[in-house]
């Protein structure tokens, strides 16, 4: 058994939550967290305070990065604090402890709205039928394309995890999650596109923790095995030996 520490911010939320099921009896579990959680230990703090946040991540080896507001409607007053600061604040609180390792919780709204364009929108919609028979999957490295300010603050926060992995020396990897619900399963013909099961993100965390010291920096998308995903996690699956165990089409109820 793994005795690596592992600090997870937001684990009061919907991801935080899978990830603490798969790994806590695994790792050393510490939470950040505005709101207490029982049975570990538990820094409550805001991360938008650099320096109340800081004690928690001493003697941490891997910091997994989930607290944000994730509202893609979200105005910029809201997204502000944690997603840009707060960003900031946990990667340089990490920096000062000499965390060696942070995993950031990124999106697919960092690429999103190539949905305004085809095939990409029709995937999207569940249009099927209009989509050719042969088109391109976007990547790891297709131009970004937010969607709303939410995603530009995790266009941001790439740009910022590539900033301390090459000043630093810091290994940073960036996880474009996909979307993750409270049902989990498909909810909107956008779903049979884009969803990821809540065991598929955690077994996806677990694997960059577990990856490689010499993984320096990377950006991964992460959603289940989807037969119409526009999104390519072939990188995924060769770099850190992602293997989704779900799939959208397994909810499928009107085929």
């Known amino acids: 058994m793994s005795t690596r520490n592992i600090l997870v911010t937001g684990m009061s939320g919907l991801i935080g939550n899978a990830v603490r099921n798969r790994l806590e009896s695994k790792y050393t579990l510490r939470a950040l967290n505005r709101r207490h959680i029982s049975g570990l230990e538990c820094y409550q703090a805001d991360i938008v305070n650099l320096e109340e946040i800081q004690p928690a991540f001493n003697d941490q080896d891997v910091v997994v990065h989930l607290a944000a507001a994730v509202d893609g409607g979200a105005s910029w007053d ?65 131009v970004t394309r937010p969607s709303g300010l939410y995603g530009c603050t995790k266009v941001w926060g790439e740009a910022l995890a590539r900033h301390f992995s090459d000043t630093y020396d810091i290994s940073v990897i960036c996880l474009r999650i996909g979307a993750v619900n409270q049902e989990n399963q498909p909810t909107s013909p956008r779903h049979f596109s884009v969803w990821c099961s809540q065991d598929d993100i955690a077994q996806m965390v677990e694997k960059c923790i577990e990856a490689p010291d010499d993984l320096q920096f990377d950006t991964f998308f992460v959603v289940s095995d989807n037969k119409w995903s526009y999104r390519d996690i072939s990188h995924s699956k060769t770099v850190v030996g992602y293997q989704p165990k779900d799939a959208a089409e397994e909810h499928r109820r009107d085929s």
């Open 78 to 142: 809201d997204l502000l604090g944690p997603n840009v600061i707060g960003t900031y604040n946990v990667f340089e609180a990490a920096r000062r402890a000499g965390v060696k390792r942070i995993i950031y919780a990124s999106s697919g709204a960092t690429i999103s709205d190539w949905e305004r364009e085809s095939p990409y929108g029709e995937i999207a919609g569940g249009d099927y039928k209009q989509v050719p028979d042969n088109w391109t999957k976007l990547t790891h490295e297709s």
